[in-house]
């Protein structure tokens, strides 16, 4: 079958579900719980092995959300009439363990592939080999008042950075310059030939370097340009691999400080930095694919002569991590949670937008693909929107983790621009509080689609579940447990009530965002509106 070339075929298998979410039951209070519910059941079922972007089991998930937006009345909202923004990309994982391996006087020190290392991959070149210096630069990071290259000769050197970020940077800062692409675009300005991270034990604490190995050949995704090429910021620095405690302690090895003694500099706020008593001889093969997946977007037309003219965007990704080697027997990541969760309620907010009164700008719905990827759907859209009405706002719905009564919501984004105050009134008219970023340390903001928004001047929000009334156990037991891990499925605790109370929240966000008179603007001075400006 051609992608998404016989919907009715495909639809098939959600009609069951669709029917009990039409059918769901008469109890007002109830309605939406149950209609989220059946979502959720139909999106973390087996038959989709895991929404992997550019798999049947994902265009399955697409065609039944398609036909949910259109069962509500929510028009279609590509640039071709469909519901479906076809993404094309190049798909690339690492064809082997590939080899790394430590070159000085004394001779060459293979790294052990699975335990020292775990090889990059790059979407532009089946093989990569780079033989250079190494030099350690902190953080790799560079802003107005602190540059970890300054004294530095990198040009023609192997990059080697810690993961992470300064812990004194503003969260969301922090955030951004923890991102391995702005890292990369970093090294690439000063000359570097290539990119090595290395984890801290905190690192390994909150992801193990296991749970990845046990991943290491997942496909990784870019959206490709008109001249074919995959759109892959900072490819004259190429990703040569990511390095555990283990493998990184090799490096330091005879250097001026040891890797125990870097990390403890880092936490304390200076990192030292300085060329590494080795080279690094690094071949890397990539296996490439090209594959063409799709954004499903639907459309609200706003009814205000001016503001229709204004497009806001909520999104959620519908794609998750497919199947990978089992945990417990399991191989399927169901992604219940992560995201099934928030495009339930997200077309719950479609739903009551629909049924109640008309909204004065225009709304798109993007239920997108290949987040998992690197927000590459998102990018996609955001760079080719299928609108030539200029985007206001995003609103972003990502791993809601509904397994508790929340009374309180973080709001990533919000004190940045105008959308602050709208997020507030929304959520006291909810009776819910606004709480700030609890784990900074993990980057949430630059980690969902909203940012690849945000990228393109356009403010916006991400919303999750606070740590209140129990959520702090909650999440951080899914993170530890579940996160990207095949238990992330119908077996979880989920108080689909919650789900509910989540949409209703976002509907009156968006519904402040829609309606207000003047447009979304960010605030003077922020630090993410003067780096990336209205484009």
Not at 326 to 338: K, Y
Request: include cysteine; hydrophobic fraction near 45%.
């Amino acid at each position: 079958m051609s992608l998404f070339g016989n919907l009715a075929r495909i639809l098939v298998c959600a009609a069951s579900v669709a029917a009990l979410s039409t059918a769901a039951s008469a109890q007002p209070d109830t309605r939406s719980a149950e209609r989220i519910k059946a979502h959720v059941a139909f999106l973390a079922d087996d038959l989709l092995q895991g929404r992997e972007a550019g798999t049947p089991g994902f265009d399955i998930a697409a065609a039944y959300v398609a036909s949910q937006l259109a069962q509500i009345g929510v028009k279609p909202g590509a640039a071709d009439g469909t519901y479906f923004q076809r993404v094309p990309m190049t798909a690339a994982r690492p064809a082997d363990e590939g080899k790394l391996a430590l070159t000085s006087k004394a001779g060459v020190q293979p790294l052990v592939f699975g335990e020292d290392y775990l090889p990059g991959r790059n979407p532009n070149a089946p093989i990569t080999h780079v033989a250079a210096p190494l030099v350690f630069v902190g953080y790799g990071v560079r802003t107005g008042q602190r540059d970890d290259y300054a004294g530095l000769d990198v040009k023609g050197k192997i990059v080697v950075a810690l993961s992470g970020a300064p812990s004194n940077l503003q969260t969301e800062e922090r955030a951004y310059y923890a991102g391995t692409r702005t890292k990369r675009l970093a090294a690439e300005a000063r000359g570097a030939v290539g990119f090595i991270t290395i984890m801290a034990p905190s690192d390994e604490t909150r992801r193990p370097f296991a749970n990845s190995a046990r991943q290491w050949r997942n496909w990784g995704m870019a959206w490709r340009t008109p001249a074919g090429a995959a759109f892959a910021p900072g490819a004259a620095t190429p990703d040569l691999g990511t390095l555990s405690v283990k493998g990184a302690a090799k490096l330091f090895v005879g250097a001026r400080q040891s890797y125990d003694q870097v990390v403890k500099a880092a936490e304390e706020g200076a990192a030292p930095r300085f060329a590494l008593p080795f080279g690094l001889d690094a071949t890397v093969n990539t296996e490439l694919k090209t594959v063409e997946s799709a954004n499903v977007v639907g459309r609200i037309d706003g009814t205000d002569p001016k503001l229709k003219d204004e497009v806001v965007v909520l999104s959620a990704h519908l794609d998750h991590i497919g199947v990978t080697p089992p945990v417990n027997g399991d191989s399927i990541n169901n992604g219940a949670l992560d995201n099934a969760g928030g495009v339930a309620t997200t077309l719950e907010v479609a739903r009551a937008f629909v049924e109640g009164k008309p909204p004065r700008r225009t709304l798109l719905f993007l239920l997108n693909t290949a987040e998992e990827k690197g927000l590459v759907g998102a990018d996609y859209f955001a760079r080719n929107p299928p609108t030539r009405a200029p985007i206001v706002a995003n609103i972003n719905l990502d791993m809601p983790i509904l397994t508790y009564d929340f009374i309180d919501v973080v709001a990533f984004g919000a004190e940045r621009s105008t959308l602050g105050p709208a997020v507030l009134r929304a959520a006291t008219r909810m009776g819910v509080k606004l709480s700030p970023d609890p784990l900074p340390e993990e980057g949430l903001f630059t980690r969902s689609d909203h940012f690849r928004f945000v990228e393109q001047g356009v403010p916006s929000v991400f919303l999750m579940t606070g740590f209140e009334n129990g959520g702090r156990e909650a999440f951080t037991t899914f993170l530890k447990d579940h996160y990207h891990k095949p238990s992330d499925d119908l077996s979880l605790p989920i108080d689909y009530a919650a789900g509910a109370k989540f949409a209703a929240i976002n509907y009156e966000i968006a519904r402040e965002v829609a309606d207000a008179d003047a447009r979304p603007a960010w605030n003077s001075g922020d630090f993410f509106g003067t780096l990336f400006g209205r484009r």
